[in-house]
C-alpha cells in the first residue's frame, strides 16, 4: 500500500495542525495504522496508532490529551488532530500502516511507510 501524508506546516506554540495520510488502496480498512515522528539529529518516535475498525488507539505519553488520531476507511485515511503543540512536537511526521491488527510502538513492526510531512512550532 502506497501512503502520501499532507498537512504539515509552520505554526505557533500552543496552535494546532491537523495531519492527513491518504492510502492508495480500497484494503486500507484491513492496516492499523500509527503515526511516527523524528525530529533532527533523534531517532523516529512513536506517536500514536489506531486499529483497522478504529476502535482502539495508543498513544505515546508525551503527545496523550493533546493528539487524537482517526481514521475515516471510506476515504482510506487516517488523520492525526494536533493541539496545543509546542516547540519539541517539532519533527517530520510518518504514518505507516501494519499488516497485524495490534496496536504496537516499534518501528520494524509497520509494513509501509510514507514519505513523511514537516511539522515545526514555533515558541
Known amino acids: 500500500v502506497q501512503l502520501q501524508a499532507s498537512g504539515g506546516g509552520l505554526v505557533q506554540a500552543g496552535g494546532s495542525l491537523r495531519l492527513s495520510c491518504a492510502a492508495s488502496?480500497?484494503?486500507?480498512?484491513?492496516?492499523?495504522m500509527g503515526w511516527f515522528r523524528q525530529a533532527p539529529g533523534k531517532e523516529r518516535e512513536f506517536v500514536a496508532a489506531i486499529t483497522r475498525s478504529g476502535t482502539y488507539t495508543r498513544y505515546a505519553d508525551s503527545v496523550k490529551d493533546r493528539f487524537t488520531i482517526s481514521r475515516d476507511n471510506a476515504k482510506n485515511t487516517v488523520y492525526l488532530q494536533m493541539n496545543s503543540l509546542k516547540p519539541e512536537d517539532t519533527a517530520i511526521y510518518y504514518c505507516a500502516a501494519r499488516e497485524l491488527n495490534i496496536l504496537v510502538v516499534t518501528t520494524p513492526s509497520y509494513n509501509y511507510w510514507g514519505q513523511g510531512t514537516h511539522v515545526t512550532v514555533s515558541s
Open positions: 488502496e480500497r484494503t486500507f480498512g484491513s492496516y492499523a
